[in-house]
């Protein structure tokens, strides 16, 4: 099966940015669109954005709208989540997740679907202090 592995999670300031990363392994033909979710301790898990195969079709939280931008390489199949302004209720452990490829396709109303993503990777923490 296909694995996701995270990484460039760490501490920033409040104000500051970072950026995460989340490649996908073999056989990358299984992964077509990707997302991101957050989990803090004693927390549900919040979907944070997602991106279609194409890179045309981006999905945001509410929280993250206008501050965090997400991409992808599809040649490296590889996204990346562009986080900026980070505030302190943002700090989480941030999971990419892809759905199944043979699933239905991910669209505004059903992106935030936990069930619809077969693929998690092991999560990046990232801490944000004021």
């Known amino acids: 099966q296909a694995q996701l592995v995270e990484s460039g999670g760490g501490l920033v300031q409040a104000g500051g940015s970072l950026r995460l990363s989340c490649s996908a392994s073999e056989p990358s033909s299984t992964i077509l669109s990707m997302g991101w979710f957050r989990q803090s301790p004693g927390k549900e898990r919040e979907f944070v954005a997602a991106i279609s195969w194409s890179g045309t079709d981006t999905y945001y939280g509410d929280s993250v709208k206008g501050r965090f931008t997400i991409s992808r390489d599809k040649g490296k199949n590889t996204e990346y989540l562009q986080m900026n302004n980070l505030k302190p209720e943002a700090a989480a452990v941030y999971y990419c997740?892809?759905?199944?490829?043979?699933?239905?396709?991910?669209?505004?109303?059903?992106?935030?679907?936990?069930?619809?993503?077969?693929?998690w990777g092991q999560g990046t923490q990232v801490t944000v202090s004021s």
């Open positions: 997740a892809a759905p199944s490829p043979y699933g239905p396709a991910l669209t505004s109303r059903n992106v935030g679907t936990l069930n619809l993503y077969d693929y």
